[in-house]
């Protein structure tokens, strides 16, 4: 059993959509100290199921954490709409993926990220065939 299971225990049974809390609250009903950098990093409250124990807790309960306040140590809980994605666009929760599948193209994930030169063809051979066709193979 994980020592987060009490916190995805209350959030599944709760009845109201949103849930403000602080740190304090949370460390009560998971009966231990949150770990350090829960209170120095503001990454380690997103909505990444690979970020913690903890955050695979609250969103397997059907719930993402927003206005994450870290100098009052408080923050939200908010219940999952069905079909939202989770991980890094949970908090872009109204931006639905492109396919029912919901798998995102790797080139959309990458725009804007690459910058060709204007003069550069892309299309053009490189590497082995680059070679071979001005003969230095």
Known sequence: MSKYAPLAEHLRFLPENEWKTTF????????????????RHRAWWSNNAANSAMTRAW???GFRTERVNMEGEMLVFRKVERGVPEGRDADRHTRKAPHASGARSPVGGL????????????TEA???????ARGRL
């Open 126 to 132: 490189t590497g082995v065939h680059w070679n071979a």
């Open 59 to 61: 969103l397997g309960a």
């Open 24 to 39: 304090s609250e949370i460390e009560r009903l998971i009966g231990d100290r949150l770990p350090p950098v829960a209170r």
């Open 111 to 122: 725009k804007g990220t690459v910058r060709v030169q204007v003069d550069v063809d892309l």
